[in-house]
């Protein structure tokens, strides 16, 4: 339905910032929901943030104030400005759309970026 490639993960220090992009394939007016997740080493994956086409954005309790996710609609893309970056951070970051065809749902994911926050 989608692709999507996510760029911008990194090594940083505590407290220190990244921002992560995510590239998709066709025209995010026409994708319902962009979201970020997370998956560190043993834990399950984890919704950070999401966007729907109307602007609405939502984040996990763990990330408000430190993160917020934007989009870009000229480029497609989406981002996710991480501030105060802390070592509970750290994990596989995965980008999602979610379109909407027939009445049905359809996801789709990128493959990831590593993002690790440490001294």
């Known amino acids: 339905q989608v692709q999507l490639v996510e760029s911008g993960g990194g090594l940083v220090q505590p407290g220190g910032s990244l921002r992560l992009s995510c590239a998709a394939s066709?025209?995010?007016?026409?994708?319902?929901?962009m979201g970020w997740y997370r998956q560190a080493p043993g834990k399950q994956r984890e919704l950070v943030a999401s966007i729907t086409s109307g602007s609405r954005s939502s984040y996990a309790d763990s990330v408000k104030g430190r993160f917020t996710i934007s989009t870009d609609n000229a480029k497609n893309t989406v981002y996710l400005q991480m501030n105060s970056l802390k070592p509970e951070d750290t994990a596989v970051y995965y980008c999602?759309?979610?379109?909407?065809?027939?009445?049905?749902?359809?996801?789709?994911w990128g493959q990831g970026t590593q993002v690790t926050v440490s001294s």
């Open positions: 999602n759309a979610v379109v909407i065809s027939g009445g049905s749902e359809f996801g789709s």
């Open positions: 066709r025209s995010i007016f026409s994708i319902y929901a």
